[in-house]
């Protein structure tokens, strides 16, 4: 599986940004879909994750009430909707699928496949 991340940028705190994460060579619609990020600095980090139907999320307490994550099955696309942004939600974005089908996982460890990143920074 590829995947292709984008949509970060440079915002001010209290700003937003929406990520993508596109999706090709593998059937997308039964796997779930991970959000982490990595500070300068900083091990890699769970940030949201969706269930393969869309049906279920989990998000970082630190990102609860301000990130929503949300994807469409027909694109082969996930989003990250960034809200309220942050200094300290400066980090570049990683998303990722898991290697079993059906599963939806918090752990870093259970993801196999990444895309490259994108970087977002907040300004102060």
């Known amino acids: 599986v590829q995947l292709q991340a984008s949509g970060g940028g440079l915002v001010q705190a209290g700003g937003s940004l929406r990520l993508s994460c596109a999706a090709s060579?593998?059937?997308?619609?039964?796997?779930?879909v991970g959000w982490f990020r990595q500070a300068p600095g900083k091990v890699r980090e769970f940030v949201a994750t969706?269930?393969?139907?869309?049906?279920?999320?989990f998000y970082a307490d630190s990102v609860k009430g301000r990130f929503t994550i949300s994807r469409d099955n027909a694109g082969n696309t996930v989003y990250l909707q960034m809200n309220a942004l942050k200094p300290e939600d400066t980090a570049v974005y990683h998303c990722?699928?898991?290697?079993?089908?059906?599963?939806?996982?918090?752990?870093?460890?259970?993801?196999?496949?990444w895309g490259q990143g994108t970087l977002v920074t907040v300004s102060s």
């Open positions: 990722a699928v898991p290697a079993r089908p059906l599963t939806t996982t918090r752990r870093l460890d259970d993801y196999d496949y």
């Open positions: 060579g593998r059937t997308f619609s039964s796997y779930a």
């Open positions: 969706i269930s393969w139907s869309g049906g279920s999320t």
